[in-house]
């Protein structure tokens, strides 16, 4: 049996899967981010839930990045009070068996790879677009960490080099265009007019209505995932990018300026064949990716 965690900031979510891949127990709560020992609390209470005493015979975490491998520690951006934290070493403690940990971008490019929407795929990469932008990527069929387990982190990529300021510390990252609380700004610097509760969803549901600024706010958006995915295209030599998110459920809202962005900005030979098609795991794939990993650290195949 595998426990497979995937820590975000807005939720987390723990899932016991047996050999087969197969989902035994799921559960998921709120991320707190009060302190980093209620988060830590948190998912230690998820992840009795879904164990109900069961002990796994591997783990495997996806955690938002920056993840540092160097270090073993972990400090996700959208986590502000986890800075350093040593999240391999307190989970080990507290299960008392080996933890895998990885960036919750390659975690969701791998669960795509090996039972969504990139089954197949050699070199792919993978991106979350919804409250932040995350990525990673999978080259000659495995995860490619990089030196310190970030690589591939496609939503800090810069489109825009006089752009608005990123949590990152950077300026102009495909995050402060693509990320949904940022297209939802940006529309209503631009005169969108929406209740204060309005979220990229609202915003989704105005441009399926012809609303001209909604509709730009997603092309916006659209067009720099497509700059970004064309720039590690090239770097890279990829022949599928999966998306998915909260966002990208806008579908051809996001999907149609992305792949014209693709079009026009990767033009060499061995990038022509590029696709960029939807996700299919949902808010799935970072589990599946998670538990694969866990899978591959100890040795056995992989899921299905």
């Known amino acids: 049996m595998i426990l497979a965690v995937d820590i975000g900031g807005t939720k987390i979510a723990a899932a016991l899967l047996d050999e087969d891949g197969e989902l035994r127990a799921e559960q998921r709560t709120p991320?707190?981010?009060d302190s980093a020992?209620?988060?830590f609390t948190a998912v230690?209470?998820?992840?009795?839930?879904?164990?109900?005493?069961?002990?796994?015979?591997?783990?495997?975490?996806?955690?938002?990045?920056?993840?540092?491998?160097?270090?073993d520690t972990v400090s996700p951006i959208n986590i502000p009070h986890w800075r350093g934290f040593p999240l391999r070493k307190r989970l080990r403690d507290r299960l008392g068996c080996e933890v895998t940990v990885a960036g919750d971008g390659v975690c969701m490019a791998l669960g795509e790879h090996w039972a969504g929407a990139g089954r197949g795929a050699w070199f792919m990469t993978?991106?979350?677009?919804?409250?932040?932008v995350g990525g990673g990527l999978v080259l000659d069929g495995k995860p490619y960490l990089g030196r310190t387990g970030n690589a591939g982190h496609l939503g800090h990529v810069v489109v825009e080099?006089?752009?608005?300021?990123?949590?990152?510390g950077g300026r102009g990252c495909v995050e402060t265009v693509a990320a949904g609380p940022h297209l939802v700004r940006w529309a209503r610097q631009q005169g969108w007019?929406?209740?204060?509760?309005?979220?990229?969803?609202?915003?989704?549901?105005?441009?399926?209505?012809?609303?001209k600024i909604a509709l730009a706010a997603f092309r916006r958006s659209g067009w720099a995932v497509g700059l970004?995915?064309?720039?590690?295209?090239?770097v890279c030599d990829l022949d599928l990018a999966v998306v998915g998110g909260g966002v990208a459920q806008a579908g051809d809202l996001l999907f149609d300026p992305i792949r014209e962005s693709v079009a026009e900005h990767a033009k060499l030979s061995y990038a022509a064949d590029l696709k960029v098609v939807p996700a299919e795991l949902g808010g799935r794939a970072g589990l599946?990716?998670?538990?694969?990993?866990?899978?591959?650290?100890r040795g056995t195949r992989p899921i299905k």
């Open 126 to 132: 993978g991106l979350v677009v919804s409250t932040g």
């Open 228 to 234: 970004a995915i064309a720039a590690t295209a090239v």
């Open 193 to 211: 007019q929406a209740p204060e509760s309005a979220d990229a969803a609202t915003l989704a549901a105005d441009a399926h209505n012809g609303n």
């Open 161 to 168: 080099e006089d752009g608005w300021p990123c949590t990152c």
């Open 37 to 39: 020992e209620t988060t």
């Open 31 to 33: 991320t707190p981010v």
């Open 44 to 71: 230690g209470e998820v992840i009795d839930a879904v164990l109900a005493g069961t002990r796994p015979d591997a783990v495997g975490v996806a955690c938002a990045g920056p993840v540092d491998h160097l270090t």
């Open 288 to 297: 599946y990716g998670a538990a694969a990993l866990a899978a591959q650290a």
